[in-house]
T-cell receptor, first 111, second 115 residues
Framework: GNSVTQMEGPVTLSEEAFLTINCTYT??????LFWYVQYPGEGLQLLLK???ADDKGSNKGFEATYRKETTSFHLEKGSVQVSDSAVYFC??????????WGAGTKLIIKP | EAQVTQNPRYLITVTGKKLTVTCSQN?????MSWYRQDPGLGLRQIYY???????DKGDVPEGYKVSRKEKRNFPLILESPSPNQTSLYFC??????????????FGPGTRLTVL
């Protein structure tokens, strides 16, 4: 069946460091891929998405490229801020419309 | 403002006492869903609904019921709550344009504790 695997956290970085959170998936067909972010005490909100191979989603300085050949959708940011501290979820949505979630990666940014 | 609202935000109850968590969206979305979030397990889908009067089980439906009598509302019902249903619950909605590209919008969450 479909699945999403994220790197385990927490990931702890200093401010202005480069961020990568790995996400790989297993799916039949051509799923859409998403990154959601959950700030402390809040619900999830969409960060970015990509709907087909080689698409790049971007938002708030974050980027992720849909790589079908490696079945990956890694999240990157060139210079993180303390305000980026949150839990990040990778997810795919298959043609049956179901969202399959990764376990989430907690990101801690230290000043 | 486009939003998904849930009530209550926090609830402490006792085993066996029926409860309902309401969910409402104002975006005219066809698709609605309930998730629970537990540490280390990410989000797990409880039930979902493709449209009015159309509901189906997700990954962890045991102990829960839902109904979709109106497009905007999708309440989650726990007929006889048990301590293993202590969790953080999220309602979500999205449009249905086919192909799975639509973004889900999430409510703020309901933290439920069952004693």
């Amino acid at each position: 069946g479909n699945s999403v695997t994220q790197m385990e956290g927490p990931v702890t970085l200093s401010e202005e460091a480069f961020l990568t959170i790995n996400c790989t998936y297993t799916a039949t067909g051509y799923p859409s891929l998403f990154w959601y972010v959950q700030y402390p005490g809040e619900g999830l909100q969409l960060l970015l998405k990509a709907t087909k191979a080689d698409d790049k989603g971007s938002n708030k300085g974050f980027e992720a490229t849909y790589r079908k050949e490696t079945t990956s959708f890694h999240l990157e940011k060139g210079s993180v801020q303390v305000s980026d501290s949150a839990v990040y979820f990778c997810a795919l949505r298959d043609s049956n419309y179901q969202l399959i979630w990764g376990a989430g990666t907690k990101l801690i940014i230290k000043p | 403002e486009a939003q998904v609202t849930q009530n209550p935000r926090y609830l402490i109850t006792v085993t066996g006492k029926k409860l309902t968590v309401t969910c409402s969206q104002n975006m005219n979305h066809e698709y609605m869903s309930w998730y629970r979030q537990d540490p280390g397990l990410g989000l797990r889908q409880i039930y979902y609904s493709m449209n009015v009067e159309v509901t189906d089980k997700g990954d962890v439906p045991e102990g829960y019921k839902v109904s979709r009598k109106e497009k905007r509302n999708f309440p989650l019902i726990l007929e006889s709550p048990s301590p293993n249903q202590t969790s953080l619950y999220f309602c979500a909605s999205s449009s249905w344009t086919g192909g799975g590209t639509d973004t889900q919008y999430f409510g703020p969450g309901t933290r439920l504790t069952v004693l």
